[in-house]
């Protein structure tokens, strides 16, 4: 069964600072990656979806790339702001099965003014 | 990507009660899926919910417990029944947006957040 892990668990960094968030599957057969914000008490917002295709997208500051071969994703910040304070969740998607939907176990960002 | 409207928004419930909660999508979904995530935790999948079938149930949830509707290609509902504190979760709905989920990917309800005391 895919196993997908988020690290750091939380992160503080001050704001303007760069930053990068970790996801890695244990399967690498996956479809593809997409990652999203959480607001705490809310509802998941998508930020960027990854292709099998393709090893990277890019959403104004946000940067995420995709290696397969080795199992991992990640999620760059550029010049982080304390609006970009949530949990960030990875979620990978296995090429089979109607919702093979596996999510990462998050980090909470705090951005800090 | 689909827009979706989910209600309510939040609730704090007796226990041995139940809640409906709602899922509108602004265009027509083959599947939705329901979401549970407890606290400090990470999503698990309850159910996908076919429209004109019963809804297909992850392994640890009963229709007993989580009866679902989908009357039409728009429109969803997930009752929790006989609530009990350990019930106490957030609950989410998704679809695959524009049923191209390969292009558009999932998207997912502003979420309930039940308490039940």
């Known amino acids: 069964k895919q196993e997908v892990t988020q690290i750091p668990a939380a992160l503080s960094v001050p704001e303007g600072e760069n930053l990068v968030l970790n996801c890695s599957f244990t399967?690498?057969?996956?479809?593809?990656l997409q990652w999203f914000r959480q607001d705490p008490g809310k509802g998941l917002t998508s930020l960027l979806l990854?292709?099998?295709?393709?090893r990277e997208q890019t959403s104004g500051r946000l940067n995420a790339s995709l290696d397969k071969s080795s199992g991992r994703s990640t999620l760059y910040i550029a010049a982080s702001q304390p609006g970009d304070s949530a949990t960030y969740l990875c979620?990978?998607?296995?090429?089979?099965?109607?919702?093979?939907?596996?999510f990462g176990t998050g980090t909470r960002l705090t951005v800090i003014p | 990507s689909a827009v979706i409207s989910q209600k309510p928004s939040r609730d704090i419930c007796q226990r041995g009660t139940s809640l409906t909660i709602q899922c509108q999508v602004d265009s027509q979904v083959t599947m939705m899926f329901w979401y549970r995530q407890q606290p400090g935790q990470s999503l698990t999948l309850i159910a996908t919910a076919n429209q004109g079938s019963e809804a297909t149930y992850e392994s640890g949830f009963v229709i007993d417990k989580f009866p679902i509707s989908r009357p039409n290609l728009t429109f969803s509902t997930l009752t929790v029944s006989n609530m009990s504190p350990e019930d106490s979760s957030i609950y989410l709905c998704?679809?695959?947006?524009?049923?191209?989920?390969?292009?558009?990917?999932?998207?997912f309800g502003s979420g309930t957040r039940l308490t039940v005391v």
């Open positions: 998704s679809v695959d947006a524009y049923g191209q989920k390969l292009n558009y990917g999932y998207t």
């Open positions: 990854i292709q099998s295709s393709q």
């Open positions: 979620a990978a998607w296995e090429e089979t099965g109607a919702n093979n939907l596996f």
């Open positions: 399967d690498s057969a996956i479809y593809n």
